[in-house]
């Protein structure tokens, strides 16, 4: 079947970003004559069924036991191995190939390291609220160093999946909704776990997920569909997935969704058109969780052996946590449904990127020699416990400061209050690897040693993260990870009024449980819980200043509560030490510079809610509403919070665009400001670039964000932010799936959110 997409696909995106290190890493070329010979001798040698188990991804636990694993190792039945996470057990497993295997064909041993291996940083929601590269560069520098240390070859990670969809659960794993950020961020994060080499004692490989488009499913319903214009794919959807895939990307982790009634996993257009031969991509693709298995359910595959046959056939290299590629290839290639070539080629995959991990010429790379294993898996000096902090407070967002409410004093009575106050494992987040939630620091340890003898700080839980007893039930499914208060909601609240009532100001926390914003759980209502919100509403009633600190892995509604509150802190997930980054910043010593990677919205209804929408024929104006206009006549229609949002204990002033030409074949113009520090206190704020094309052969965005600095100034300080405008910058891809840049006016928009803009126009050429 003929493609409907074009031959060439060049990304639509120049990059304007902050160097990455102090020298720019050069990625260690791979000799790829070499490994071609090498891969091909090898693959002369291998039978059909020791192709086939390179082609098997295997998940420890109780449906795969380590004894059946050893015997399918044995058997060569085996080709990576995932969710071990310690060195003697990965040793074991390698010695066991070395040792037992006719080829000796080394395993290599992968994880979800998505935002650290044993010291967790912020989600990746939380890390995008930084717009800080040099401390996401750390993060996944760091992160990589851990899980290497562990004897991980690959990561599960970065997420690049743009979403509109605050419903959806694995928002949080992902870095929001902007196009431009997400690229920035995976980009950053591959550079970083990758460094010169995979194969480096400190680096991992990292495998970029979900391809394609798994953020946009219908209704944020995790696993469901996707029914998209290829303009929208290629303009807003799949840059990010290139840009991770162009820093060095070594895998691919295929998505569960379909796209425009073709799952992932059976696309071939994806898989194949698309990532190998359009962007020739070389590594390796891996099907998430049993997403082979369910090409049944989706309606493409009749029976196992069919699923199989067109998930090979479509690109899928390697199969996760089934048995499917064992138990049914061997019939297919005999009976010539799939070829040899064809486990060939993804064999060879396989193989290639084993090599490129450097396991070929020493197995045991990330494991070291024998005895020199840690003799505390968990012990505290293998943690990063200084950089952790000083990302997580670069990660909060300060939303409301209702009269200089915060920073607070070190003084006087201080009551916490709120379910996530206390609670270890919430405070890391899903997705949180290797991390022990004992190690965390909540908030109330951070508050405690904060104020030390200076402030009195009082405590009360005051109600549970949920009433509901299904929700509850939801969430303590696999583990225990909700405490449940056993005293009545009454008794709770009760006890938290009492607690507010002898302070001078109550910081409250509240929001999601960790399992409330992971995979599997999308929600319908993204407000807070019912119990919370009458725990709010009780502690509001005594009069006392109140500061909400959110934690949550989604962008919320929380119209109610943002009428209630005199100052609210974003904090998302913020990691092993994000009790003490958060008390950093309640209390003044650090200046927060977060902005949202995310717009919230007033209510539910108003989703999908984002700021790069398109335009309307018939656009409304709050200044003039006009019934027949695009919008909801029972709510205010704006953001309660928009894109690139956040406050500052100080003031920042911008002043008009100035632009110049740029002397380059390529160029078209430069953009500066003057940004000044028009407060009292040192801080940092994100100066941010968009651009809108207003008339063009098909509707452009309203405004898309092309660039980002982040800077820091004294009080009373200015600097000059100059953006570089590249012709690439103003290209598209239009109706006929053409890339091209149309000439006309221009709008470009500098400010310090995506609302509060300084704006100009030129022409170009």
Not at 392 to 417: D, M
Not at 521 to 549: C, F, W
Request: hydrophobic share 40%; aromatic share 8%; net charge neutral.
């Amino acid at each position: 079947m003929k493609s409907m997409f074009p031959k060439a696909i060049v990304l639509p995106l120049t990059f304007f970003c902050a160097t990455l290190f102090a020298e720019p890493i050069e990625p260690q070329v791979i000799n790829e004559t070499q490994r071609d010979h090498f891969v091909s001798a090898l693959l002369k040698k291998m039978t059909l069924d020791e192709k086939i188990g390179q082609l098997r991804l295997i998940s420890v636990g109780p449906e795969t036991p380590k004894s059946t694993i050893k015997e399918m190792i044995e058997k060569g039945q085996v080709g990576a191995i995932f969710n071990t996470v310690t060195r003697p057990d990965i040793r074991v497993m390698q010695d066991q190939v070395m040792q037992l295997s006719r080829l000796k064909i080394p395993l290599f041993f992968a994880y979800d390291v998505v935002h650290g291996q044993r010291t967790i940083f912020p989600i990746p929601l939380g890390l995008a609220a930084s717009w800080d590269t040099k401390a996401v560069a750390t993060v996944g520098r760091i992160s990589a160093l851990e899980a290497a240390q562990d004897g991980l070859n690959m990561t599960w990670a970065p997420m690049v999946d743009v979403s509109h969809e605050p419903r959806w659960g694995r928002s949080s794993e992902g870095f929001g909704e902007d196009t431009y950020l997400t690229s920035i961020m995976g980009k950053t994060m591959v550079e970083a776990m990758q460094g010169n080499s995979p194969a480096d004692r400190n680096s991992v490989m990292t495998s970029v997920k979900h391809f394609a488009l798994y953020g946009a499913v219908e209704g944020g319903r995790e696993y469901n569909s996707v029914d998209m214009s290829p303009q929208q794919m290629f303009q807003h959807y799949l840059p990010p997935y290139q840009t991770a895939l162009q820093a060095g990307s070594g895998g691919v982790m295929v998505s569960l969704n379909a796209i425009n009634g073709v799952p992932a996993t059976a696309n071939h257009w994806l898989l194949t058109d698309l990532l190998r031969h359009q962007w020739h991509f070389k590594g390796i693709t891996v099907s998430d969780h049993g997403a082979i298995k369910e090409l049944i359910n989706h309606g493409v595959a009749s029976d196992p052996a069919d699923a199989v046959r067109i998930a090979i056939k479509a690109g899928i290299d390697m199969s996760m946590s089934d048995q499917y590629y064992s138990q049914y290839l061997p019939g297919l290639v005999k009976s010539g449904a799939v070829t040899v070539a064809e486990v060939d080629n993804a064999t060879r995959h396989v193989l290639n990127v084993k090599y490129d991990m450097g396991l070929f010429r020493d197995a045991y790379r990330h494991l070291g020699p024998v005895g020199s294993d840690p003799q505390d898996t968990n012990a505290e000096e293998r943690l990063h416990r200084a950089q952790a902090r000083d990302v997580a407070a670069k990660s909060l967002v300060l939303l409301k400061n209702w009269h200089n409410v915060l920073p607070l004093k070190k003084q006087g009575t201080i009551a916490l209050i709120g379910p996530l106050a206390d609670s270890q494992r919430d405070i890391m987040g899903s997705w949180s690897a290797a991390g022990v939630a004992k190690q965390s620091v909540t908030l109330l340890q951070g508050m405690r040693e904060a104020v030390a003898n200076r402030a009195t700080l009082l405590y009360a839980r005051g109600s549970n993260i949920t009433d509901n007893a299904k929700v509850q039930a939801f969430l303590n499914l696999y583990e225990p990870a909700v405490v449940v208060d056993s005293r009545s909601a009454k008794q709770l609240r009760d006890e938290a009024v009492a607690t507010a009532k002898k302070a001078d100001v109550v910081v409250m926390a509240v929001g999601e449980s960790q399992g409330m914003a992971h995979e599997a759980s999308s929600r319908s209502d993204i407000r807070l819980p019912k119990a919370q919100r009458d725990l709010i509403t009780a502690v509001k009633a005594t009069g006392k200043p109140l500061i909400l600190v959110l934690m949550n892995g989604r962008a919320l509604d929380i119209t109610q509560q943002d009428g209630q509150a005199e100052g609210i802190l974003e904090t998302w997930f913020s990691g092993t030490e994000g009790g003490h980054a958060i008390s950093d910043v309640l209390f003044g010593d650090v200046n927060p510079s977060g902005k949202l990677p995310v717009t919230f919205p007033r209510s539910v209804g108003q989703l999908p809610l984002y700021y790069n929408h398109l335009p309307t024929g018939r656009p409304y104006d709050f200044t003039h509403p006009n019934k027949y206009t695009s919008h909801y006549f029972d709510i205010n229609n704006s953001p309660l919070y928009p894109f690139g949002f956040g406050l500052s204990y100080t003031t920042f002033s911008v002043s008009p665009i100035t632009l110049a030409s740029i002397s380059s074949e390529q160029g078209v113009k430069a953009a500066s400001v003057t940004v000044t520090n028009s407060g009292k206190r040192a801080g940092s704020t994100i100066v941010q670039l968009y651009l809108h094309d207003p008339v063009a052969s098909i509707s452009r965005p309203v405004k898309e964000l092309k660039a980002f600095q982040k800077i820091q100034l004294q009080p009373g300080e200015s600097k000059t932010v100059t953006f570089a405008l590249s012709k690439n910058d103003l290209g598209f891809w239009n109706q006929q799936m053409k890339w091209v840049v149309e000439p006309g006016e221009f709008d470009v928009m500098i400010g310090t959110d995506s609302v509060h803009t300084e704006t100009k126009s030129f022409t170009y050429p």
